[in-house]
Every structure is written in C-alpha cells, then in structure tokens.
C-alpha cells in the first residue's frame, strides 16, 4: 500500500458536537486503479478531486456500485467496524451484476483498515455516532461507445456520522412506480437503483410519505423494501421479512436483526409479506409495529402506512414493548462495544499508520 | 455563452480514413453547471479533465442520463445535425424521471450547434461518416446521503463516427433478464439501464448471439427493444413496431422510419409483438425480416434469433427487396443531404464561431 499523508489535515476544522452529516469528508480517501485486467496498487491518500472528463464510462453508463457501512468509537476510543466481509462480498456481487472487475479481498479490507486507522479522529464519540464509510467502484474509462469499460475505479471515502436515532416516519405502499425488474439489478447496489427511486420518492413526499414501501413490480401485491432500507412486520408477536431474491437487497442490518431476533427467542418467519395480509392484520388490531433497517440509520419505525389513498395509524410501542426498537438497542449495543459480541460481528481496528 | 479556444488542437492529430470510434474525442465541449436551483452559463471550452472526488453524486447515487446523435458533412462540406429537438425533449424527459433539472432550449440547443460549428473539421465526409455527439447530465454534488443532488453538469463532448454499416447478427430473445421494470425508468435514458444490460448481453455472448431482444419482465412474452436499438418485425408486407411505453425508449429513427415507411406506403403497425407470433410466422415461413434501429448504427438487420435453446436462422434480403436496408437508405440519404428533406428533419449548422 502507498500512503500518503495529508500535509493539510482539516481535522482541527472538525466539531464533533456540530456538524452535518454527508459531506464533510475525511482527510484521507483510498484509490485503487483497475486496467488491463488487472487491479493496481492501494493508496491512501488526501481525499480530494481526481481529474476526470464527461466521457468517463460511470456517468455515462452507470457502471457504478457502492457500500455502505460504519465505524464505531468505544468509551476507551477503540475502534471498531461491524461484519466488514458481509459488504466486501455483496460489493462483489453488484460489481459482477455490472459486469464490473470484482476487489480482491485484501485491496478492500485492507483499504478499509487502513483509511480508518489514519482518520480515527474524525470518528465522534457518543450515543448513535460513527464514522460513514463508502467503498465504490466505478467505470473511469473515457468511451463513448455502449460496452463494459476497461478501466474502473474503486475508491473509499468517509464521511462523520450522527445518532441513529430518527422519527417514525409514514410510508406510502406503492402501487405504481417500482425499484426493480424481475431479471434485473434489484439485489445490486448498484447507482442507477437509488437514482431511479428519488422522483417516485418525492412524489410520495409531496403526499405526505417520508418513504415508499417498494411492492413487486408486476402486481404490486408484495412487500420488497422500504425506502433504501429493507422492511420488518410485526403481527402479533411473530416478525415477517420478505426472503431475499433478485429484487432485494441482502441487508447487513437484516441479516443481524434476524440473528438476534432469533438469539431472543422472537419468532421471526422469512415470507413473502402480502399487501393485503398487512391491511388486514391493520384492520383487525393484530399489525403491531412496520419498520425498515438499514446500516445508515439502523431502524426507521414507521408510524402510518398509506395504501389507496387511505392512511392507516399505527400503534407507537415503547422500548420495552417494541421489538424494532429493543432488536435496535441489542444491534447498536453489540456495535458499540457496550454489550457483548457472541457473533463476532465487531472487528478491532488496530493502530498502526 | 464564454467560448475559450484550445490553444493545443489536436485536429491534424486526426486521419479521417483511419481512426477508432468513441475514444477519440474533439478538440472541444460544451460545459455548463446547475446549482442554487438554476444553470450558470454555457461555455465551450477545450476538451479535458475536470476535478471530481470520488464522492461526487453521479457516481455514487446514479443520477446521470445522456442522449445519442450525429452530426453529417455533405459534399459541400455543409453541416447537419438531425431532428435535435427530439432529443433535447428526450434528455428532459430523462432528467424529470430521474429527479434532475431540465436543461433550457437554448443552452442544449445553441451549446450544440456551437460545438459541432466550431470544431467542424473533426465531421469525416463520406458514406457512413459522422459525428457522434454525446449530451449528458449528471450529478456532481459531493455527499453521502442518497438523496436528489443539489448540484449537476450538463456537458456535450463529440467523437468522430465511421460507418453505419454493420453485418446482420444474431440476436437471442430474453426469457429471463430484463432491462426495464413497470413503473421503473426504460423509456429515459439513464445510465444505469446500460450497466445493467452488460452482464445479460455478455452471457448472450457466450452463447453466440450478438445481442438481447428484450422482453417484458413479467412474462418474457412480448418483445421491447434489441440492444441499445427498438425493433421492427416484417411478416409478410407488414412491419410491426411495438408501441412506446414506461419501458420503451422512444427512438429518434424508430419514429423517422415509421414516418419514413408511410411516405413509402409500406404498411406499419405500431402494436405488441408477441413472441409466440414471431416465432408461429418464422416456422409459416411468413417472417420476413427483424432490424433494430438507433442513432449509432441506423440499421442492424438480424440474421437469427435464439429462443428457449434454438436459432432460428432469417432469410437475408437484398435491398430491393429489403424494407430495413431500403428505409434505412432513405434515412441516410437524408440525413446527409443525398435526398430531399420533406419532412424538415435536416438542421444546417452555420459557420458562426
Ligand atoms: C436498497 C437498500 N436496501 C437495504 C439496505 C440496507 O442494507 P444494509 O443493512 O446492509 O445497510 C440498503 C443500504 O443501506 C439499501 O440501499
Ligand atoms: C435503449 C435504447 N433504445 C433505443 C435507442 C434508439 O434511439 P435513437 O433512435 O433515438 O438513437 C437507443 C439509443 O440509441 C437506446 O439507448
């Protein structure tokens, strides 16, 4: 690996008690360069702009995936990432939807190791806060001919993150505009997916919905994901979550909240989840609690459903009751070195840049 | 608009009657940036690299869409771009779908007439010749949240184009991957429809067919597109073209070679086309031809087609009695000025710069 070390660090710029999530970047950013068939070597070094012209391949024809996952400051300021090898093999799996190179394993985790070793002091310490961090890989070939590119960069960048805590939220069950094609790149996270469900979002913005519940295309008569997160139903005390397919995206997130709904002894069944089976269970008081998870908030609780024009309440559960919400507190917990990990989910990340 | 000369052209760089196609650009492009919820001023400036980070939006999220057309010397060395008010509606159409701002009338339309005005020279004359001309839009905000971007740029670059012929393919018709879902964004022409069509054409590839004729993703049972082309079907003396939806792009030569037939009187309908008709008429003897049509190549004509494990091999029709190779003479020809314009199709491109 070449490191190299920013020799204008804007670290003492950095207020962990005021800042906006997103775009406030760290210091450093690692790049890794693919041609000729092969991947180059890893550098790290000052995060900043690369030059690029507007015949570069990934904006023009989408070849471009992403992850997204974080880092956490315990009490003693150790460092820790969650389940790492969980989105080194699902970027993988996008980049080769995208007929994209796949990252060697040691170019991402390594990368990843190193950029957060070097930039562990723009991780906030405190309730709900960590480091963002975004690994992407992305067509960098200037072309403009409809093909795979020849030429890709993948690339880390990081970016200070606040509390996990967010409002319940109402989500409007689509029955028009859908994320993903059967046959297509729905379980991918891949940039064209999140682009093409911004307008049909804020459509539902406009109606009063923070979010879209994403139904199967062809009939709309099955729950696929919430928002950019995938989606949990209580009825009764039995949880539901759609198994995963081609459609879908297999969350981290879900993944541990089935673990350790199963670790509490909470019956959680992997089902296709129907529209009609939630209204019902709405209509007949057994719905209990609709929530989506995902890494960037952990838990969304949804506290009304839309569907044909009608809005329809649901019950606000406190923490002892609400299994989003307790399933949340052991996820974030584990996360945090507060609880501990018989998973072994958290990895260590050792000081030695 | 702020026009800036390259002071280093690379236009005596360039052989007319030797060059590759897409990755040779012009000397110049056109540049102009949306931010504070509106587009600055066009420039047309020298091509090259401009800085982005990694964490640029376009790459991250997807927000990118782009439009395809051609510019063509005559034998007076006049210029003529082609029907530029269809694509300059088509690349709104696209950016509305994918939540990015729509590009002025005059900034698409004067930016483009000046680039291909001022770097003229790089237009090959002769059969075939052209320049491609690449508008695009993409998001160039830095941040982290998947969310619309506030910032975008909307650049034309140019690359010359030689011959629009291309031997006739093979073509595999889709019972399994699909570029389009209902209610998602087939009809624009956003950047992620191609990078998700990589992967399926490639495997087509391997089994020996050049290309994907696209289906429903429903139920594979009714055709959409051909590659990156919309598609024609002859059964006996009918053409068929499928109708334009949500999950068709509406083509620029679809719709000159429906407009191009009429004229001919060569009967043209547009109505699904199911596969099971194609494949009844290919065993009656009564299919006649199958061509997709799109800006970069005019005409591919199909010479077979694979579906469930068969190629079905196609008659290959000279062109007095092909209805491809004759309309597609007829757009050529007046595309480049051989043929009358009735239609009021031809945009001369006068010396101003
Ligand atoms: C479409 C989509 N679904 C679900 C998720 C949740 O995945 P994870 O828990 O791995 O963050 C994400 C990412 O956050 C996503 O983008
Ligand atoms: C998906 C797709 N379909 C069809 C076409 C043909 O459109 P046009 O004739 O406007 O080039 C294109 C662009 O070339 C395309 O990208």
Known sequence: ?????????????????????????????????????????????????????PAMMGVNYG????EGMKAYKDKDSQVFIFRPEKNFSRINKSASRLAMPEIPAEVFLEGLKALVDLDRDWIPYGEGNSLYIRPLIFATEE????????????????????????APVSVKISDYYSRAANGGVGFAKAAGNYAASFYPTQLANEEGYEQIIWTDDSTHEYFEESGTMNVFVRINDTIYT????????????????????????????VEPISVKSVIEAHKNGTLKEIWGVGTAVVT??????????????????PLEESFALTLQKDLVDLQTNVAEDPFGWRVLVEKSI
Not at 29 to 53: A, N, Q, R, S
Not at 63 to 66: R, S
Not at 143 to 166: C, D, E, G, Q, W
């Open 242 to 269: 759609p198994p995963t397919s081609e459609k879908i995206l297999d969350g981290v997130t879900r993944d541990s909240f089935i673990q350790l709904a199963n670790k509490r002894g909470i019956e959680l069944k």
């Open 1 to 53: 690996m070449i490191i190299q070390k920013s020799t204008a660090p804007r670290i003492s710029e950095f207020d962990p008690e005021n800042f906006s999530f997103g775009n406030m970047f760290t210091d450093h950013m690692v790049i890794c360069e693919y041609e000729d068939g092969k991947w180059g070597e890893v550098k790290l070094m000052p995060y900043g702009p690369l030059p690029f012209t």
């Open 300 to 317: 969304t609780v949804f506290k009304a459903i839309g569907y044909q024009g009608e809005k329809l309440e649901l019950p606000q559960l």
């Open 143 to 166: 072309a403009l001919k409809a093909r795979i590119s020849n030429k890709y960069m993948f690339a880390i960048v990081a970016t200070p993150a606040k509390s996990y805590y967010s």
């Open 63 to 66: 070849q471009a995936c992403f």
